[in-house]
């Protein structure tokens, strides 16, 4: 009898333990959910896990996932058009060759922007600045990268009279932020848009960047987003000491969204939105 009564204890036992959630994963969970909560979501060249990059497909894909902000990389045609487009050629994102300066914009919109990512996207063009903005403003943040911004002398004064001219520089418009590796041109749209935050980014080679570098940065700039392989825990307080936030870039992986959030950074820029747990995959 007390055998059986043993057997017994050792089943419920083994039952109960294989069954049971223990306590301390139910308040690590609910602390990850609101650490993520407050994480801002950026999607990297609009959705693009899930649809060619810096296209409206992409940018449609990552407003239907609910990012807090698309980012889209700003180029400029041959005759002074301002597109969306992240390469400084359109080899890798298009069925053309050449570099993007050298198209207009009719020459350019004729390419096939999708098919290369997969063939139900064929047929997607290179879209202009202007229509992503039309489409997406007041639905969307806008993280609006000038990308190689000294092949294009000019695209500052361009990209602030297009968000002049429908009254998208208001104060504390806290939906469009402007970036660049670029930080003469940083300075530069920080002057013709002194309500519009600004960011620098910042790539592997600013590992080392000192807190007088950051104070520098301070004086134009609301955010220091590096590359997220440069980020340690003592950098996001010194950046944060600084007075100003970040957005690490490109998170392709969850444990890499994990890792950002457990260093506190302000949000994260990636091509995945559903590694912010606050917006769940909707297809
Ligand atoms: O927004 C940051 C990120 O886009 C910078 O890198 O090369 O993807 O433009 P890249
Ligand atoms: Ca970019």
Do not use: C
Request: aromatic fraction near 8%.
């Amino acid at each position: 009898m007390t055998r059986k009564i043993a057997i017994l204890s050792l089943i419920v036992m083994i039952s109960t333990s294989m069954f049971t959630v223990p306590a301390f994963a139910s308040i690590s969970d609910a602390q990850t959910v609101q650490q993520q909560k407050k994480m801002v979501n950026i999607a990297h060249r609009g959705a693009s896990g899930h649809a060619p990059e810096n296209t409206m497909a992409a940018f449609e894909k990552a407003f239907v996932m609910k990012a807090d902000y698309i980012e889209i990389d700003v180029q400029m045609t041959k005759d002074g058009e301002l597109i969306a487009i992240h390469d400084t050629t359109v080899d890798r994102t298009t069925n053309g060759t050449g570099s993007v300066g050298d198209y207009t914009l009719e020459e350019i919109q004729q390419l096939d922007a999708g098919g290369w990512f997969g063939p139900e996207f064929a047929g997607e063009r290179i879209p202009t600045f202007e229509e992503v903005i039309d489409t997406y403003r007041g639905k969307i943040g806008l993280l609006i990268e000038l990308k190689s911004a000294e092949l294009y002398p000019g695209v500052e004064e361009k990209v602030a009279e297009a968000l002049m001219k429908r009254n998208m520089h208001k104060p504390n418009n806290k939906k469009i932020i402007i970036q660049s590796f670029n930080h003469a041109s940083v300075q530069q749209s920080k002057a013709l848009l002194p309500n519009i935050p600004h960011g620098v980014l910042a790539g592997t080679s600013w590992a080392n960047v000192t807190d007088e570098q950051l104070a520098q940065f301070a004086t134009y700039a609301d955010f220091f987003n590096p590359n997220m392989n440069i980020v340690t825990d003592e950098l996001v307080d010194r950046v944060h000491h600084a007075g100003m936030k970040m957005y690490p870039y490109t998170v392709r992986t969850q444990e890499q969204a994990n890792n950002l959030f457990e260093r506190n950074v302000d949000g994260i820029i990636t091509d995945f939105p559903e590694y912010v747990y606050k917006h769940p995959v909707k297809n």
